[in-house]
């Protein structure tokens, strides 16, 4: 067994190993869509209409990396642009395969959170949720 070193006093380390862990777990509950593809997905759902643009500045992602994603989830039939009004942009639209997909992974999503979150009592998972959601700054 290898020496830790200072890696348990690392924040970035613990917050690793715990994403790796969490990964993992959610790999094996929800295997057809990633967390990332999981989560444009639900915003998509959410907001019917969105633009590219505005979703991929909403998660992160550049444009060119967004129209990869969104070719992958069109060539699911998850998901359907259309040309917006002003024929510059195109609007994301929800399939009926794709809100069926979004209510599955839903429920299998909260299974998961609930496995991934069984070690902690409810006052502790409110505690970190508020801690990681504070900026870094």
């Not at 989560?39 to 967004?66: C, H, K, Y």
């Not at 209510?103 to 299974?111: C, N, Q, T």
């Amino acid at each position: 067994m290898l020496k830790p070193g200072p890696l348990p006093g690392l924040l970035g380390y613990r917050l690793r190993l715990a994403q790796q862990a969490v990964f993992r777990d959610y790999a094996a509950a929800v295997p057809e869509a990633s967390p990332g593809r999981a989560g444009i997905l639900f915003l998509i759902e959410a907001n019917p209409g969105v633009t590219q643009s505005r979703l991929a500045q909403a998660v992160g992602l550049d444009r060119s990396t967004m129209v990869g994603v969104l070719h992958a989830l069109e060539a699911r039939e998850l998901v359907e642009r259309r040309r917006n009004k002003d024929r510059r942009t195109n609007d994301l639209w929800p399939t009926r395969a794709g809100r069926t997909l979004v209510a599955s992974l839903k429920r299998r999503i909260r299974v998961h959170k609930r496995q991934v979150a069984s070690q902690l009592s409810a006052a502790e998972r409110a505690q970190l949720l508020a801690l990681l959601e504070k900026p870094a700054k």
